[in-house]
């Protein structure tokens, strides 16, 4: 496993104008669970293929364990890649498709079936083990292909596109932890790229959001969701994202904004800012009472707040405000814990 | 309104099952892989299927009828556009099927295309659009039609996460603005809560349950349809000889509430996940797994063990 290092990395394809990624520094420790979010665009796909070398940096340099592995070839970087569709041989059995990447570089036989079986329990893959993948789930395949990814003793790096993409939403969390639980068993650096903020906040130590082709903001999840860097992440992460308010909505905050979570805000008969419920949406209940998302339409625009649900279109509300960050220029000023 | 009768959406159904879509509402309809949302879109449509019934639209029988001749418009998972048309082209395409005049044709394209945010791209070819891009031209093109059923087949599911949010809340405007019959497939219970005006749980070919999402969620008649609503499954423990079930959301890590009569377990914690607004707690109760989502962001240490509290009026008993 190895520690991964971007240094000043920018790239351009051929024939562009504008250079796709541009100025990343970064550095991911040996055995850490890293997320790069991200919408599409943004160039989550252009810095896998730099990682996996399919790609090299325009500029910059990058390195595996402090060796600069720029203009190495993939197949001499050891990077692992598990993809949105698992990708198997179909004609062959479980243990077989987990042998395949150690037969092909002539690994000795013993060591082939002791690696395969560690796999086999790492990922409880025992009882399918004489399977083919058409006769597997969904789960079962991409369950696979990641033990594929960690079947070779030399990996230094995997990269994850996407992998939950295919899975259906109520399993997502199982693959999720059996990726996590692996990833700490082998102390594993594993790269997970994805849109869904949900994912990337779940799965990773630390995330990095990309937009436009640069890193906004590295952080834990904690990080990156209470104390966005700017307006742009605290509205891409959190669903709905941040809500944002003139500074002015708020006593003693500076900056020329305030923006604030769903659920760090109430809504009571006096608060900060009055408005006219337009939406309600009840996602569960707490206390017998329904729970979940309010829209507001206030004189700044709309407020979401999640909570209490008990409401109706049309009713007046006022927005209380119990934490917030405040902005200026779109870029963070502060955090106020306690409004 | 759309009457279905009888329906048997595979060979393996034993009696079919009945089912009324009301006009101007959502009806979300949530089942697992293979529950038989798509035979049901299918059966809807007119396309070949092996689901067999009756099937009523606004008091016509209209189970002979081509697939063509029907008024229903079908969007699929995947975003399917002619290729060698423009944004706008493929909006006019139905109304050119209907030969509209070229005046009228227009104006109605340009109104569904702004209601949509493609205004700017009408004159793109739909291979020079992103996914989510994609997927608006082709639920433009259903709208154009103006059907009165239609039918949305998972359309969400390969969107971008933040476009899918705002996605979820155009459709939601401009669905119930018409009085079109509207059914929505998803295998996501998060879906029912929020687009669903109505909704319809399926199982392995079979009716579960429908109603509106609020009430199936307070009064689900059978442990499936609890699970089918629950995100990502319900907690479940023996007592008092009966089965018993607690929805993840009403697991509580502190109650400081005494007042309530409640129960209390032990959790082995084996995982833990934040999304930000949530925090999601899994682990072993007695030999089951459970899973108690959290408010807010907590701190809590795999492998500690962790008293949760139950309160006696969550509890849900079969």
Redesign the interface.
């Known amino acids: 496993m190895a520690q991964i290092t971007l240094e000043d990395v920018s790239f351009r394809y051929p024939g562009a104008t504008e250079d796709t990624l541009y100025g990343l520094d970064l550095q991911i420790e040996n055995g850490e669970a890293h997320a790069l979010l991200g919408a599409s665009g943004a160039g989550k796909t252009t810095m896998l293929n730099l990682l996996s070398g399919l790609l090299s940096p325009t500029s910059g340099r990058l390195l595996f364990d402090g060796n600069d592995v720029s203009d190495l070839p993939g197949r001499e970087r050891n990077v692992a890649q598990v993809f949105q569709f698992p990708v198997l041989y179909d004609s062959l059995t479980v243990a077989e498709n987990l042998a395949f990447p150690l037969r092909t570089r002539g690994v000795a036989t013993d060591m082939i079936d002791g690696q395969v079986a560690y796999i086999c329990s790492e990922l409880s893959l025992g009882k399918i083990r004489d399977t083919k993948p058409p006769s597997l789930s969904l789960f079962e395949k991409q369950l696979l292909a990641v033990g594929k990814a960690l079947v070779r003793p030399d990996v230094s790096l995997v990269l994850l596109d996407e992998p939950l993409t295919a899975v259906e939403p109520k399993i997502k969390w199982k693959l999720r932890q059996t990726l996590l639980k692996v990833q700490k068993d082998l102390g594993v650096t594993m790269i997970y790229v994805t849109h869904d903020q949900t994912e990337a906040l779940t799965f990773a130590e630390r995330v990095s959001v990309l937009s436009a082709g640069g890193i906004l903001q590295t952080g834990t999840p904690t990080e990156i969701y209470q104390s966005p860097a700017n307006e742009f992440i605290g509205h891409f992460v959190g669903s709905p994202g941040m809500n944002f308010l003139p500074c002015s909505a708020v006593p003693s905050t500076t900056g020329d904004r305030i923006g604030f979570r769903p659920e760090w805000a109430a809504l009571v008969d006096e608060g900060h800012v009055d408005g006219t419920v337009t939406r309600v949406r009840v996602y569960s209940t707490q206390d017998s009472k329904a729970h979940g998302l309010v829209t507001l339409m206030t004189p700044h625009g709309e407020v979401f707040v999640r909570g209490n649900a008990e409401f109706e279109t049309g009713m007046k509300a006022s927005v209380r405000i119990d934490r917030c960050v405040t902005f200026q220029g779109g870029n963070r000023v502060a955090e106020i814990a306690h409004v | 309104m759309l009457a279905l009768a009888n329906l048997r959406l595979n060979a393996g159904c034993s009696e079919g099952f009945s089912h009324t879509f009301l006009s101007g509402q959502i009806t979300v309809v949530l089942g ?2 293979n529950a038989g949302k798509t035979d049901m879109c299918r059966f809807i449509t007119g396309l070949s299927t092996p689901a067999r019934g009756e099937i009523l639209l606004d008091g016509e029988d209209v189970s002979s009828m081509s697939p063509q001749q029907r008024s229903v418009s079908l969007v699929y998972q995947a975003f399917v556009n002619y290729p060698n048309l423009t944004v706008l082209e493929n909006i006019e395409s139905p109304l050119r099927a209907h030969s509209a005049p070229a005046a009228a044709r227009l104006t109605q394209a340009s109104d569904i295309a702004a209601k949509l945010q493609l205004t700017e791209l009408l004159h793109r070819l739909p291979h020079e659009l ?3 891009q994609q997927q608006r031209v082709a639920i433009a093109r259903a709208l154009a039609k103006d059907a009165r059923v239609l039918l949305l087949d998972e359309p969400l599911v ?1 969107l ?4 899918r ?1 705002a996605l979820e809340n155009e459709l939601r405007e401009l669905l119930t603005a018409s009085n079109t019959i509207v059914i929505y497939t998803s ?4 879906d029912a ?2 687009l669903g005006d109505q909704l319809l749980l399926l199982d392995n070919g079979r009716k579960l349950q429908s109603g509106s ?2 009430d199936v ?2 009064n689900p008649n059978c442990l499936r349809s609890m699970e089918l609503l629950a ?3 319900v907690n479940r423990f023996l007592g008092d000889g009966s089965e018993c079930a607690i ?1 993840p ?2 697991v509580r890590v502190d109650d400081k509430d005494h007042s309530q009569a409640s129960i209390t377990f032990e959790m082995q914690v ?2 833990f ?5 949530e925090s ?1 707690i ?1 682990g072993q109760v007695a030999d089951h797994d459970w ?1 108690a989502r959290c ?3 907590k701190e809590i240490t795999v492998g500690s063990k962790l008293a949760l509290h139950v309160r006696e ?2 509890i849900v008993r079969f």
């Open positions: 697992a892989n992103s996914g989510g390969n971008d996460f933040k476009l949010e295998s996501d219970p998060r809560f929020t999402p609020v969620y307070r995100d990502p499954f929805r959301e009403h084996t995982a996940e934040t999304s930000g607004d999601f899994h899973i408010q807010g962001m009026q969550d």
